[in-house]
């Protein structure tokens, strides 16, 4: 601030961002509030973060259908992100949006978090206190799914679990249908946005957003991906994962069957 700013693109971390952005706008600097919400910004640009969760829902839903099981009387359990991430709630809201409207109640929800071991550990808690009766795991991101698989794997069960971040581990799990599903999100998609409108902004133009959030910070949504086993291809193409990577040990047979090259 002291060498001159003209526009400022923030990214929180646990809240640490809201005092930044407080001292920009004091300065009469828009403030554009990167990949997490922060309060006060003049602008968020990030994914459509409840899109993510609809799409995440959808999967839960598909899944247990393909596995023959009636949304409405299977025992799904929520494994969600940290609450004190902005997102993790758009997260959710985004799938239940869909669950619910499925007739999915959660038969137990853990407490949010984003360290796989935690959620793993919240899991096997929630596996236990259901006997092991559980036919689906809603779960926020593919580190947290990594954990909830291995629990599965533990026990000798597969059931739709979601994720997303498309990572390594994440598309290695879809490939081998212990996940259902995991949601792309180029990060290069979200720069380009927040380039946009960081140059537009010092341009004097007053642009607009595709969608608000809740305390009406004009929101600027950029459309995530849906990646199941059949398009995991489509993130190699992306440039944000290889099949050298991804097509080793077990995971070879799934690449050749899903002609991933």
Request: with cysteine.
């Amino acid at each position: 601030l002291s060498k001159g700013c003209g526009v400022m693109i923030l990214t929180d971390h646990q809240g640490a961002a809201v005092q930044v952005a407080e001292k920009a706008k004091a300065q009469g600097i828009p403030v554009i509030a990167y990949d997490r919400p922060i309060e006060g910004a003049d602008y968020y640009v990030s994914f459509d973060n409840e899109g993510v969760g609809a799409i995440q829902g959808e999967c839960i839903v598909d899944g247990l259908t393909a596995a023959g099981k009636d949304p409405a009387s299977a025992a799904v359990v929520y494994v969600g992100g940290d609450p004190a991430d902005g997102n993790a709630k758009m997260f959710l809201d985004g799938a239940v949006s869909v669950m619910s409207a499925a007739g999915i109640k959660p038969a137990a929800e853990t407490p949010g978090t984003w360290d796989g071991t935690k959620a793993g550990t919240a899991f096997e808690q929630a596996y236990t206190s259901l006997s092991g009766n559980v036919d689906a795991v809603w779960v926020a991101n593919d580190t947290n799914a990594a954990a909830v698989i291995t629990i599965l794997d533990k026990n000798g069960k597969t059931v739709p679990v979601s994720g997303q971040d498309a990572s390594e581990a994440g598309l290695q799990n879809v490939l081998l249908g212990k996940q259902f599903c995991t949601v792309y999100k180029p990060f290069a998609n979200v720069a380009a946005e927040a380039s946009a409108l960081a140059i537009a902004l010092l341009q004097g133009e007053k642009p607009t957003a595709n969608k608000t959030l809740a305390d009406g910070t004009p929101f600027i949504a950029v459309t995530p991906i849906k990646v199941t086993a059949e398009n995991v291809q489509a993130v190699i193409d992306g440039g944000d994962a290889t099949a050298a990577k991804l097509c080793t040990g077990e995971v070879k047979a799934a690449c050749e069957k899903y002609g991933i090259k």
